[in-house]
């Protein structure tokens, strides 16, 4: 289980944003904050809720030399139609094998209509600009968790 003070894991991701699609790798963003955040699914109404709260934030975010960096198992197309539909200015992933989120731990079994599924754990980690765990929230609540992330790297940027 990845805690505060671990070097962040490593990977390197297809992903998408309003610019186009393009090969993320974590190292690429050394020097910046990088919020990491691991969400269920495209267009639900929780991720839909997290992911408005971080749209709502990206000017707060890129003032304090940071980037989002959104991570479900969809595809580059989901992620594409999700990114239109709601205006995200950010960086969405697409774990489609899971890879990263068994690195970073975040495949859980949960409860879907009483059928047993694994699925992600919506989860978040703040990774400092030296590449280790600042903070790690896991079985967040969407609403209102923007705002947690953000308070929390000003605290780290203050000590």
Not at 46 to 71: H, I, M, P, Y
Request: hydrophobic share 35%; net charge neutral; proline share 3%.
């Amino acid at each position: 289980m990845l805690q505060k003070g671990d070097k962040a894991p490593e990977f390197r991701l297809r992903g998408l944003t309003q610019d186009g699609e393009k090969e993320y790798v974590l190292a690429d963003f050394r020097g910046k904050w990088v919020i990491l955040y691991f969400y269920p699914k495209d267009d639900t109404p929780g991720c839909t809720t997290e992911a408005c709260e971080f749209r709502d934030a990206a000017t707060t975010v890129s003032g304090k030399n940071a980037v989002v960096l959104g991570v479900s198992r969809d595809s580059i197309k989901s992620h594409e139609k999700f990114i239109q539909k709601f205006n995200l200015p950010f960086i969405l992933l697409a774990d489609t094998e899971s890879k990263v989120c068994e690195m970073y731990k975040v495949i859980k079994e949960k409860n879907m209509y009483g059928k047993k599924v694994m699925g992600i754990e919506r989860s978040t980690f703040l990774i400092d600009p030296e590449g280790k765990v600042a903070e790690a929230w896991r079985g967040v609540r969407a609403e209102g968790h923007a705002g947690e992330v953000l308070k929390k790297m000003k605290n780290e940027e203050q000590e």
